[in-house]
């Protein structure tokens, strides 16, 4: 399974399970661009990423390789999207202040893709690509519910989501520009218990060891945890790896 058949065939899984990013990030973001005028936001999945940042830029264009997350993403005055590969934006040279892409570059960090970014960048501009690592929760939540999940869909990683566990940088991303510093930032949330069972089910990893043999194994720990802790308010900190570089 390609890993946007993956994403496409739970898109409104993907909408509803994954968190948005703290506003730390997009200030650090809007403080290293040039202007605020563009942005192109890659690998824009159900538009998490791209919402927030139509707050802070004026005209945001996202775009996705997968129909079906597009058609999860929401409406915004200022956001364009389309369905398009990443090494094939359709937009013009030289149009981008910033060029984003959230949990996602893992993908398709290659060649064809970096000269699509030195192609649409404005001289100057930035580029940044984020990720979130595992989550962390308290100890009970981690051995009763995380992390045997997390041992049953190891298997199950790609390629990709390993670079997003070791962290993002120039060499695992095959990136040719320069790259400069970046903050240190974790995502913190407040959840109920079946946002996170809901958070968990959104990984690619998790579809696909579903679909092998192990639905009825990940349903009961889903069940079990949502039944011990109901509503509880349950503290998740998702460490982010943020790579950034300047386009010249």
């Known amino acids: 399974m390609s890993n946007a058949t993956s994403f496409g065939k739970q898109s409104a899984t993907y909408a509803k399970g994954r968190p948005g990013y703290p506003s730390s990030?997009?200030?650090?973001?809007?403080?290293?661009?040039?202007?605020?005028?563009?942005?192109?936001?890659v690998g824009c999945g159900s538009g998490q990423a791209t919402l927030s940042l139509a707050n802070y830029f004026e005209r945001v264009h996202a775009t996705d390789?997968?129909?079906?997350?597009?058609?999860?993403t929401p409406a915004h005055p200022n956001i364009e999207y389309s369905a398009a590969e990443a090494h094939e934006s359709g937009l013009p040279g030289?149009?981008?202040?910033?060029?984003?892409?959230?949990?996602?570059?893992?993908?398709f960090a290659n060649?064809?893709?970096?000269?699509?970014?030195?192609?649409?960048?404005?001289?100057?501009?930035l580029f940044c690509a984020w990720t979130y690592?595992?989550?962390?929760?308290?100890?009970?939540?981690?051995?009763?519910?995380?992390?045997?999940?997390?041992?049953?869909?190891d298997p199950y990683w790609a390629r990709g989501n390993r670079i997003c566990m070791a962290g993002y940088d120039a060499e695992n991303l095959n990136c040719p520009l320069t790259e400069i510093e970046t903050p240190n930032l974790n995502a913190d949330y407040e959840w109920t218990a079946l946002q996170l069972a809901?958070?968990?089910?959104?990984?690619?990893?998790?579809?696909?060891?579903?679909?092998?043999c192990h639905a009825e194994g990940l349903k009961k720990l889903r069940d079990d945890f949502l039944k011990r802790f109901d509503d509880q308010k349950i503290t998740i900190s998702l460490p982010l790896s943020i790579f950034a570089a300047r386009i010249d």
């Open 25 to 41: 990030l997009y200030d650090w973001v809007v403080k290293n661009s040039p202007d605020r005028q563009t942005v192109w936001d």
């Open 65 to 72: 390789i997968s129909d079906a997350q597009i058609q999860a």
């Open 198 to 212: 809901d958070f968990a089910q959104s990984w690619s990893a998790h579809l696909r060891a579903r679909e092998d």
């Open 94 to 107: 030289n149009w981008a202040d910033a060029i984003t892409a959230a949990t996602a570059v893992h993908w």
């Open 111 to 125: 060649q064809q893709f970096w000269e699509e970014v030195m192609r649409v960048a404005k001289s100057g501009g």
């Open 133 to 153: 690592q595992l989550p962390i929760a308290a100890t009970d939540i981690m051995r009763d519910f995380l992390t045997p999940v997390f041992d049953l869909i």
